[in-house]
């Protein structure tokens, strides 16, 4: 990928971590515990570049607690595609790939019509390197949600990783739109 087009893409790029606390913001049946979690785990991921072995060692903790608190509402709630969602998201940050794949996988089996579960088990797919499964469940993903930004920024990645530099900047520009567009009005509001 060429630097100005990794320039390019990254002027789109969205922090998952900072999707993720939107999210589980806007879910009010998850339990004060797994937002305070989340949030602390996704705040926490930010500043996650420091070299200090005692922030790394708290970090891990804190995604530990909050795997421990995403299995109890999950046992308290076993059909909630979120919950496998948000433990899927913890997992593939402590690097346990295979069980995060398997939680994005019952969150779509759930719920197939949530994008979210697509968006992110994409995005889990080609960081192991299997771009083209990624990019089938983008597809989906905007397939269910045409207007979800952050997928057509992974994408865009993936294909100027696949040497789709076309494609890529017109996923780029697509987020850009996005980025700029006012919301809908609500439809109560849309005149008849």
């Given amino acids: 990928m060429s630097a100005n087009l990794k320039r390019f893409l ?4 969205v922090s998952s971590s900072s999707l993720l606390v939107g999210v589980v913001s806007a879910e009010p049946s998850l339990s004060a515990s797994v937002q305070t979690c989340v949030s602390s785990v996704a705040s926490a991921r930010d500043k ?7 922030e790394k060692e708290q970090f891990r903790e804190l995604q530990l607690l909050t795997i421990r608190e995403l ?31 398997a939680s994005y996988d019952r969150a779509i089996s759930l719920n197939p019509k949530n994008p979210q579960g697509y968006f992110y088990r994409g995005s889990l797919r080609f960081k192991m390197g299997y771009a083209n499964l990624a990019l089938q469940d983008y597809a989906q993903a ?4 045409p207007n979800f930004r952050e997928v057509y920024v992974a994408r865009a ?3 100027a990783e696949l ?9 780029s520009a697509q987020a850009r739109r996005l980025t700029h567009e006012p919301p809908p009005p609500p ?3 849309i005149p008849r």
């Avoid at 996650?48 to 005692?54: E, G, L, R, T, V």
């Avoid at 905007?142 to 949600?145: D, I, Y």
């Avoid at 040497?163 to 996923?171: R, S």
Wanted: with cysteine.
């Fill in 163 to 171: 040497g789709d530099e076309g494609g890529a900047i017109a996923d």
């Fill in 142 to 145: 905007l397939r269910l949600n």
């Fill in 187 to 189: 439809p109560s509001l």
């Fill in 48 to 54: 996650s570049c420091d070299n200090n072995q005692d």
């Fill in 157 to 159: 990645f993936v294909r």
């Fill in 10 to 13: 990254l002027m789109s790029a």
């Fill in 71 to 101: 299995n109890a509402s999950i046992a308290k709630s076993p059909n909630e595609d979120f919950l496998y969602v948000r433990k899927g998201f913890i997992l593939s940050e402590l690097g346990d790939v295979v069980q995060a794949l």
